[in-house]
């Protein structure tokens, strides 16, 4: 079974800064998909970036951008200017395709952004 | 523009007594999770089902059960509820389009305690 791992239980960035959240994986697939969920305050989750480790080209929404490491197995998150509203705990889960929708998460990063 | 419901979402048992949460997705997913949520353990599948009439266990199973009832509607089971299942479940559905995962939509969540 895969598993994910997030190293940093809680981190703290000042407004307007660039901050990087760390997640590795293990698994033994060639073709997978990546996810970085937030979850602020309100419990609800949202579905910040995704990648297909197919793709070289990290992927990248507006502020938050990854960089993926298939060799290395990492899918790091990072959110630059950060702001006020990124306040919340992220998530980083693993997908394989086709036919098995087994999607599992890493136990957390708790981000902080300091006014 | 529902989603993902949950029902209920909060919930006090007692050791030992049983009970069902409901969940139902209006958009035609195929996919369907049951996540338990814990302090510093992230979101650990219980179970899934990848389509209507098939289910799979999952990272942590053990005194749960499941039923897929159609296509809208998953439901996870506490037959004798112990202190350990405290914790906030969530249900999720998704779907896949060529192999290709898509994003997850998540309930709400609900809070149970049991004493």
């Known amino acids: 079974a895969q598993t994910v791992t997030q190293s940093q239980p809680e981190m703290s960035v000042q407004e307007a800064e660039t901050v990087t959240l760390s997640c590795t994986y293990d698994?033994?697939?060639?073709?997978?998909?990546l996810f970085w969920y937030k979850q602020p305050p309100s419990r609800q989750m949202i579905l910040v970036i995704r990648?297909?480790?197919?793709?070289?080209q990290n992927a990248t929404e507006n502020r938050f951008s990854v960089n993926f490491q298939k060799a290395a197995k990492s899918f790091s998150l990072k959110i630059s200017d950060s702001q006020l509203g990124d306040t919340a705990m992220y998530f980083c889960?693993?997908?394989?395709?086709?036919?098995?929708?087994?999607?599992?998460f890493g136990a957390g990063t708790r981000l902080t952004v300091k006014p | 523009n529902a989603g993902v419901t949950q029902t209920p979402k909060f919930q006090v048992l007692k050791t030992g007594q049983s009970m069902t949460l409901q969940c139902a997705q209006d958009?035609?997913?195929?996919?369907m999770y049951w996540y338990r949520q814990d302090p510093g353990m992230g979101l650990r599948l219980i179970y899934y089902s990848a389509s209507e009439g098939t289910t799979d266990k999952g990272e942590v199973p053990n005194g749960y059960n499941v039923s897929r009832l159609n296509k809208r509607e998953f439901s996870l089971r506490l037959e004798s509820a112990a202190p350990s299942q405290t914790s906030v479940y969530f249900c999720?559905?998704?779907?896949?389009?060529?192999?290709?995962?898509?994003?997850?939509?998540f309930g709400q969540g609900t809070r149970l305690t049991v004493v």
């Open positions: 999720a559905s998704s779907d896949t389009r060529q192999g290709v995962p898509l994003e997850a939509f």
């Open positions: 990648q297909e480790a197919y793709k070289q």
């Open positions: 698994t033994s697939e060639s073709n997978y998909y």
């Open positions: 958009m035609n997913h195929n996919s």
């Open positions: 889960a693993f997908m394989k395709p086709y036919g098995n929708n087994d999607m599992r």
